[in-house]
């Protein structure tokens, strides 16, 4: 388990509204009939809360843009941290263009996955590590080196603060209490303090076990271990529409598809220009939007053996 200020980013969610309903959605978003919607009060709290993490600060969903405050709660972000903190993580919903500019303005920091390949595998969040993982040294010590844990995020929902934004998500689903309070400097939370949470979450959480099947999220069915389908049956909407698998609470070492598929770039540049976007890639790593009527030449692009693509960037548009 890592100290979230070791995280690459935390993660603010700001609604689980999405138009999409891919197979083990780490949102949940096809089981919740009425997604929520975080306030202005509780966005500027979760904000505020932040001020001094010395990584990145996402904002998240389900899809950000859906939420009708999005362009509030960026001019919000604007007076608090400079562009080069703040991440958006969206699909660029068709119809929400009009954003095109406030999230130039605002995030330097973009990742775009709009789900449409089919080679794009989710893995089966509710397929229960207690339920696959009987004996209970087993199962704590796979959680304990959680690989989600180790690699995504902390995160804020209207529920508080969360050591994993899978424990996030997992508070809204079941709508339990559970979040840490969201004050100043909860984020120097370091592994010990994350024990309640992770008692209350982990155990019913699959990213504990990464020999689990993944699915093509194409095909909006949700893997479900025998336990969490009953907690789910009465509330899951995808469950009444019939878009879910019983599990069989096997492992299969040697049935993963090549992940990351939907990482290369003509598919993001390809999601970016529909909101007439151009994208280069940043020193993080990341990648850094840009309206493409202010497109950089061909021969500056050439010349990137001479000066990095982000400095003829910074130079020709005084960053």
């Not at 959605?25 to 009939?33: A, K, M, Q, S």
């Not at 990145?56 to 562009?83: N, R, S, V």
């Not at 969206?90 to 119809?95: I, L």
């Not at 840009?290 to 003829?312: G, P, T």
């Amino acid at each position: 388990m890592r100290s979230l200020v070791d995280m690459d980013t935390i993660q603010i969610e700001i609604t689980n509204a999405c138009r999409n309903k891919c197979s083990n959605c780490t949102r949940f978003c096809g089981h919740i009939d009425k997604p929520f919607y975080m306030d202005l009060d509780t966005f500027k709290k979760a904000v505020d809360s932040l001020e001094g993490y010395p990584k990145m600060i996402g904002i998240q969903g389900g899809e950000p843009l859906l939420h009708p405050a999005f362009e509030t709660f960026c001019k919000y972000l604007q007076t608090k941290f400079d562009k080069k903190k703040l991440g958006l993580w969206s699909t660029f919903p068709r119809g929400m263009e009009k954003y095109r500019e406030i999230i130039c303005d605002t995030f330097y920091h973009i990742f775009l996955n709009d789900h449409t390949r089919p080679d794009i595998y989710h893995h089966p969040c509710l397929v229960a590590v207690e339920e696959v993982l009987t004996d209970k040294n087993i199962m704590w010590h796979n959680i304990n080196h959680c690989w989600a844990q180790e690699s995504w995020s902390a995160s804020i929902n209207p529920k508080g603060a969360f050591f994993c934004e899978m424990a996030a998500s997992f508070a809204m689903l079941w709508d339990e209490e559970g979040g840490w309070p969201v004050e100043k400097d909860w984020f120097h939370k370091i592994p010990k303090d994350f024990t309640s949470q992770m008692e209350q979450y982990c155990p019913r959480c699959g990213f504990g076990i990464q020999a689990l099947t993944l699915r093509s999220s194409a095909e909006n069915i949700d893997d479900i271990s025998p336990k969490n389908y009953e907690r789910l049956k009465n509330s899951s909407k995808k469950i009444a529409d019939g878009k879910y698998k019983l599990h069989n609470l096997q492992v299969d070492m040697n049935s993963q598809p090549k992940m990351a598929a939907y990482k290369d770039l003509d598919y993001r540049k390809g999601i970016a220009k529909r909101y007439d976007l151009g994208l280069f890639i940043n020193e993080q790593n990341f990648w850094t939007p840009y309206l493409l009527e202010n497109e950089i030449s061909s021969e500056q692009v050439k010349d990137v053996s001479k000066k990095s693509l982000l400095e003829i960037y910074k130079e020709k548009y005084n960053k």
